[in-house]
């Protein structure tokens, strides 16, 4: 199955004004089994570091829906590449932090918040008008998009629709998993988020293997009901989203990556289906 080694994470919205205002908020991930894929984890971001994440105070949020299909074209966002529900970070909305919001995060990465070694093989990510992601595979690495103040219900739509293209290496396709509340482990932070108990259940997001174009082509569609393999839940409960997850391929069961490959992805417009 595509989700087979992606293990999905604590779910921790943690330091959200800090955190996320400042975007310098990175998670230098090594395996899937302690990848944070959200705000308190967003990877490698394109800006300098100003603030390190806080602690949060557990409490319970509120999902959220999309006002509209689009999630980001990249334009009309903050540095280092969080987009707002309206996708206008230059005006938004009042109180829009109360509203979806999210942005984008790669793994492993240079963390200038912690106190560990630098990974072997970090990758780097730009959201300049695109999102580009580049960098050497020799480790488990991937990107995604984390999603905020909660889990977001995309209910309303059958799935999600991206322009994306570049080098993944030679089997030119990508691992796509949907984060979901019931397949994520509990959250530090969110106190409703994240339902799987991994003492009982291998914790694991539905996906699918995705054929990656070397040069830019039409966006491809993929439907929620497309995805499977998920734990303990098989497929997408598309009420509990909480992020978008891509890994790369030929990592062997250790996590490693014999030789090591160069990647270069670039993803356009993401927006959701009816």
Same mark, same amino acid.
């Given at each position: ?17 800090? %955190?996320?205002?400042? =975007?310098?908020?990175?998670? *230098?991930? !090594?395996?899937?089994? &302690?990848? @944070? ?112 103040? %909660?889990?977001?219900? =995309?209910?309303?739509?059958? *799935?999600? !629709?991206?322009?994306? &293209?570049? @080098? ?107």
């Amino acid at each position: 199955m595509a989700n087979s080694k992606i293990q999905t994470s604590t779910l921790a919205f943690t330091g959200v004004g800090a %955190c996320l205002l400042s =975007m310098g908020c990175s998670a *230098g991930m !090594s395996n899937p089994d &302690s990848m @944070d894929m959200t705000a308190n984890g967003l990877g490698h971001q394109s800006e300098p570091q100003t603030q390190c994440p806080t602690a949060c105070e557990p409490h319970t949020c509120q999902a959220v829906s999309p006002s509209d299909a689009l999630i980001t074209n990249w334009k009309d966002i903050a540095p280092g590449g969080m987009f707002v529900d309206d996708d206008s970070y230059a005006n938004p909305s009042p109180n829009w932090w109360e509203s979806f919001f999210g942005g984008p995060y790669v793994y492993p990465a240079i963390d200038p918040c912690s106190d560990g070694g630098l990974p072997a093989y970090p990758l780097a990510q730009t959201t300049a008008g695109k999102w580009n992601i580049t960098g050497r595979v020799g480790a488990w690495s991937g990107f995604g998009l984390w999603f905020a103040p %909660c889990s977001v219900d =995309m209910s309303a739509y059958r *799935g999600v !629709s991206l322009a994306i &293209s570049g @080098d993944v290496g030679e089997t030119a396709t990508l691992n796509f998993n949907v984060i979901t509340s019931e397949d994520s482990k509990p959250s530090e932070c969110l106190t409703n988020v994240g339902m799987c108990d991994p003492e009982t259940n291998t914790c694991a997001a539905p996906g699918k293997k995705l054929p990656i174009p070397s040069k830019p082509s039409a966006p491809v569609t993929i439907l929620w009901s497309e995805l499977s393999g998920g734990s303990p839940m098989d497929g997408v409960d598309p009420t509990q989203i909480v992020g978008f997850h891509f890994s790369f391929d030929r990592v062997d069961w250790n996590g490693a990556v014999t030789p090591p490959f160069p990647v270069d992805v670039t993803v356009g417009s993401i927006q959701l289906v009816k």
